[in-house]
């Protein structure tokens, strides 16, 4: 078992870089399968959820090679199973990005209703939706759902709501349909516009990525390319918030400070300081973190998955602050373990209300999901005394080298191996 061990109370400094974007690599990596010709992608995070992908795409034949830590070459002509193995389907939410991918190019596809973190209810009934206004039949069993089409024809698509999985998705089976496809109120998440951008980069004629309506001119073969995926806003967001609980003074590197637009006004709100350059932003804090109201949205408005963090940040800010998240029905999982370490946070409903304390003292916390389990890492970073934090497997999906990236902003952090003396594990060693 692995924890990380924090000993709280420096105010990080220095510089970090970011990683790619785990939610525009995780569909642009199924997205591989639609390609006629070796792909290379230069920038792939060693994450576990990508590890699982890269698993998946090996299972199904494809030939996967790492050329360096980060440069994986795809090459799936060999792929023939349109079939993810169940156990790797449930295991995370992109897996569904293999039925739009698989669909597209085999016009077939079984994969098991997706896992991924637990933040409420999470159906896919838009991806679906999508699938058959394409001329895709659809079935469920033994919890696997499978898709048939003769042919795919080009269609209107108009989503009841913006939804990031059904738009890639759907982009995903109309790449290569005959026809024009119109997607009507898409997601605008610069992850989308990413993976309409690496399929165009292909040969793809996918136009309006980012707007409301994405048109697809269906086109019949993709051609190989080298591509890097865009910074992840996220991650970025999660070492500024750090930076700002902290009281330290960072630059966060690898970024593009457009995408961070909603998180640096938010910060900024709080009494944060973030300057924007190029490719890069510096964030500290000169004075005392103030109050505020913060409720999540589809982009371009605050991300779901920055509230955790974000409204960790507010535990130590002067008044009360009120976080609502509009996305997710359950998304507040952290709160308690906040609340171990002295924060005075209470979820009513769709909303936390966090009334700030002086201080936060570490504990043993536990994550309950991948943004959460950020959360407690950036709590531990600035309670004093010692922040003990277990699931971290949790953190492993989403944040490359999270314990790396803050000890070289000086944190005071460490992966400790632990024995579990549960009963589970006396008795299996047994
Ligand atoms: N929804 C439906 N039906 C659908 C699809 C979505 O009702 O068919 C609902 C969801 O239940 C949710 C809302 O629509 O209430 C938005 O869900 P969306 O489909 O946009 O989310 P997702 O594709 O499942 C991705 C990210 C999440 C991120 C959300 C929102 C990936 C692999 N996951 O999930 O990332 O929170 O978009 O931006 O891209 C994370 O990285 O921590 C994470 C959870």
Request: glycine share 8%; proline share 3%.
């Amino acid at each position: 078992m692995e924890k990380i061990v924090i000993r709280g109370g420096v105010p990080l400094s220095g510089s970090v870089t970011i990683s790619a974007a785990k939610n525009a690599v995780l569909p642009i990596v199924a997205a591989t399968i639609l390609c006629d010709e070796p792909v290379v992608l230069e920038n792939c995070p060693q994450i576990s959820d990508i590890t699982f992908c890269l698993k998946i795409l090996s299972s199904m034949g494809a030939d996967i090679r790492m050329l360096s830590k980060n440069k994986v070459r795809f090459d799936t002509r060999s792929l023939r199973i349109p079939k993810v193995p169940y156990e790797m389907a449930t295991a995370f939410r992109a897996s569904s990005y293999f039925l739009g991918a698989l669909l597209g190019r085999f016009h077939e596809a079984h994969v098991a209703m997706p896992g991924g973190c637990d933040l409420g209810d999470r159906p896919i009934d838009q991806h679906l939706k999508a699938f058959t206004a394409l001329g895709a039949e659809n079935t469920l069993d033994g919890g696997e759902v499978s898709l048939y089409a003769d042919k795919l024809i080009g269609s209107l698509v108009y989503f009841d709501m913006n939804s990031v999985g059904a738009t890639i998705n759907a982009i995903l089976a109309a790449v290569k349909a005959d026809g024009y496809t119109v997607l009507e109120n898409c997601a605008k998440e610069p992850h989308v516009v990413d993976v309409a951008n690496f399929l165009n980069s292909m040969g793809a004629e996918i136009m309006g990525a980012g707007t409301d309506t994405i048109k697809i001119k269906g086109v019949k073969y993709l051609k190989g390319v080298e591509y890097s995926v865009i910074p992840d806003q996220i991650e970025a967001g999660t070492y500024m918030v750090a930076a700002a609980m902290t009281g330290g003074d960072i630059i966060v590197k690898n970024v593009i400070p457009k995408h961070l637009e909603s998180i640096i006004v938010a910060l900024r709100k709080i009494g944060v300081t973030v300057e924007e350059f190029d490719d890069s932003v510096r964030v500290y804090t000169t004075g005392d973190l103030r109050n505020t109201k913060i409720r999540t949205m589809a982009h371009p408005g605050f991300p779901t998955d920055m509230q955790p963090q974000i409204s960790t940040l507010l535990t130590l800010a002067k008044g009360t602050s009120i976080v609502t998240e509009e996305i997710f029905d359950s998304r507040f999982a952290y709160a308690k373990e906040l609340r171990r370490m002295g924060a005075n946070i209470n979820v009513n409903g769709k909303a936390v209300c966090i009334e700030g304390v002086d201080k936060l003292s570490g504990a043993p916390v536990n994550a309950s999901d991948l943004r959460a389990g950020a959360a407690l890492v950036i709590a531990g970073l600035a309670a004093e005394g010692t922040t003990e934090i277990g699931n971290i497997h949790f953190i492993e999906r989403g944040y490359e080298n999270i314990v790396e990236k803050f000890s070289g902003l000086g944190a005071n952090i460490k992966l400790v191996h632990t024995i579990d003396y549960s009963d589970n594990e006396i008795k299996k060693n047994a």
